[in-house]
């Protein structure tokens, strides 16, 4: 990508509609969810890297901001030669907590109307190697993985993810699956209670209620950015269906896509205003000022690279930096995001 990245701080609302079975009809509004002020927990100094498992051709940087601007989610979207689909890497972060959550191998997700869970469409994937097969067993080991995760649901079997599977590449034999995972991101434990939902999850959205969840089926293309063949309406919880219109596909905001011929030029960028601090870029620095009681401003040397977005207090910044252990054909830079005190 060629140019200085524009930094912005865009929230993002859930718009709604409603959804039967296969079919969708046309959207409507959901009512916004009231919200209250926060005083942001203390958080120690620290940087997370959004995606540390899967790497392709390019990657796109997206993101979102709750409506308050309390909690940032991002999700670091490769894709492999024709756009074929690779899993993402995904990293929730609130001020309210202080806590960061992640997750790799994700197809989709989105956080709940009050963004106190997120359903994550978690992904699998297997490749035929040079036999072109995959035999039926070899799907026992991600099974296995999922339950690890979100506990021994009894559809969480080998032989339900290869019922489920899908063809992942046009040019050879790979094959994808997807559960839809509910992380509990609002809990302020170390680590985020995570259930098993359903099947499937290609694509995922909510209820206007939070109480449900449209759980896309299989991609209708190999495409990364392929929609759902079909839909279909789950509960959240185990409980009975509600009537509430499903909210609108997550809309996300488009930061810069990283390539891997082309490094994100080193620059300055428009700062990013938040609640009581500033924050810009400078000769490849992230900083951050601050105006003290007595009057002065402090400034804060957060790290490398480019900011693209911030929550409200200032407290996780969204950059873009250079990786260090970048291989051949990888991308030269990466999406991390900075916890600052």
Known sequence: MGGILRS??????????????DSTVVATSCAPTATSDWTAAPVGAATFEVNRATRG?????????????SALLVMDDPAAVENEAIPNGLLF???RTGRVFRMDSV?????????????????????????????PERWMAPAARLRAIAGAGPALVAESLRAHAFPASGMGVIEGAAVTLVADVAHGAPTAPIEFV???????????????????????????????????RVSSTGTALT????????????????????PVVRGEARPITVRGRVIEARDGRIVVRER??????????????????????????????????????????????????
Request: with cysteine; glycine share 10%; proline share 9%.
């Open 8 to 21: 912005t701080a865009l929230a993002a609302v859930v718009a709604c509609g409603t959804s039967s079975g």
């Open 57 to 69: 051709m390019t990657s796109r940087v997206r993101w979102m901001l709750a409506p308050d601007s």
């Open 198 to 232: 359903s099947l499937d999850g290609w694509r995922v959205r909510w209820s206007c209620d939070g109480a449900d969840i449209l759980v896309g089926g299989r991609p209708a293309m190999v495409q990364d950015d392929a929609p759902s063949a079909s839909e279909r």
């Open 292 to 341: 003290m009681a007595a009057g002065r401003d402090t400034v804060r040397d957060v790290g490398p690279g480019v900011p693209l977005a911030a929550t409200r207090g200032g407290h996780f910044i969204l950059a873009v930096t250079p990786r260090l252990d970048a291989r051949p054909h990888e991308s030269a830079d990466h999406a991390v995001v900075y916890r600052v005190p």
């Open 93 to 95: 972060a609130t001020e």
């Open 243 to 262: 009537a509430a219109p499903p909210a609108d596909s997550p809309r996300w905001a488009d930061g810069p896509t990283l390539d891997i011929s082309t």
């Open 107 to 135: 197809w989709s997700a989105a956080p709940s109307p009050d963004w106190r869970r997120l359903a994550v469409g978690r992904g699998v994937v297997l490749g035929g190697g040079e036999s072109q097969t995959i035999a």
